[in-house]
């Protein structure tokens, strides 16, 4: 018998080449072995992807193995219990077109528009695409035609029902030009105090000193007293560096004078050489 733990990793029984070899009921000859494959024989097999195997795999029982070997394998086989088939992970997101994407899209922005209190017209066909025409929700555009969204028949109930109380609370259709003229005064006179407390308190957080900005201020002094001084110095260094080359330059020039001075006096050539100096008549120049 095959051995179970060889049997209950897969089908394939590693080995089974040995194991037929060494069983006891194995005939000896050659023509009961499992048949080894080759190349020149994958021609054979009916599809190109399947093919019989080398002899390095020649251990792995397939249905081209001999009857004995199949059969055993399909007795003694036990399959693993409680076999844990479950599939993790999401959905992959299906692909739409770019007409699926765009009625989409459509769909999910109607949507908002009737959560918003908005209602859409009915859809006028361009030449382009669909336009729609968004306008305001009120009693008139609501009875203009029965073929218009109405709001408040895709609101929840909660939030309608809020809606009405809050419409019949600020509603001016009971009221008189007397009640409606008050009710404007006193709203200009709230909103007129709101603009007055609001000037006071801007103008007592500018009035209150700023710690914070005192210590910017008093940094600025500083690092402009710094840059100051720096300038200072700097022109001070230049100064005192021209007034030290200007009477290095003024020795240099003293000394030169005074070689000049204390050096013998050259002698004045007199002669042929000296009329090929000057380029004139020595005698006539003589005294000049």
Same mark, same amino acid.
């Given at each position: =018998?095959?051995?179970y ?12 080449r ?8 194995a ?8 048949? @080894? ?8 097999s009916?599809?190109?992807?399947i ?26 086989? =036990? ?8 599939i993790?992970?999401?959905q ?7 007409? /699926?994407?765009?009625? $989409?899209?459509? $769909? ?16 006028? *066909?361009v ?19 029965s ?7 895709f609101?929840?109930?909660?939030t ?5 109380? $809050?419409?019949?609370k600020?509603?001016?259709r009971?009221? @008189?030009?007397h009640?409606?003229? =008050?009710? =404007?005064?006193?709203?200009n ?16 957080l500018?009035?209150?000193?700023d710690p914070e900005?005192?210590?910017r /201020? ?15 110095k700097?022109e001070t260094?230049l ?11 003024? *020795? ?16 004045v050539?007199?002669?042929? @050489? ?15």
């Open positions: =018998m095959i051995s733990l060889i049997l209950k990793e897969s089908l394939d029984c590693r080995r089974g040995a194991l037929w070899l060494k069983s006891p009921g005939p000896p000859t050659s023509s009961v072995t499992p048949p @080894t494959s080759s190349s020149a024989r994958s021609v054979d009916s599809d190109s992807g093919y019989d195997l080398d002899d390095d795999y020649s251990f792995v029982i397939t249905e081209n193995s001999p009857p004995e070997l199949i059969k055993r394998v399909e007795a003694d086989f =036990m399959p693993v219990e409680n076999l844990d088939l479950t993790t992970g999401k992959c997101p299906r692909l739409l077109s770019g007409y /699926q994407k765009a009625r $989409q899209e459509e $769909q999910s922005i109607l949507e908002a528009l009737r959560e918003e209190g908005f209602i859409a017209t009915s859809r006028q *066909k030449a382009t695409g669909v336009a729609y025409e968004i306008i305001e929700a009120t009693p008139q555009t609501e009875s203009a035609g073929n218009k969204f109405r709001p408040k028949d609101l929840p109930e909660v309608r029902q809020h809606l009405e109380s $809050q419409r019949n600020f509603s001016l009971d009221k @008189t030009e009640d409606v003229s =008050m009710k =404007m005064h006193l709203a006179e709230r909103r007129q105090a709101e603009l007055d407390s609001f000037k006071e308190k801007m103008a007592s500018y009035k209150k000193d900005a005192k210590r /201020q008093e940094l600025q002094s500083k690092l402009t007293q710094q840059n100051d001084a720096a300038l200072e700097r260094h100064k005192e560096l021209r007034d030290k080359l200007q009477a290095k330059n003024k *020795k240099i020039q003293q000394v030169k004078l005074k070689k000049l001075i204390n050096k013998p006096p050259v002698p050539p007199v002669g042929p @050489t000296s009329r090929a100096l000057s380029g004139k008549d020595t005698y006539e120049n003589f005294f000049d």
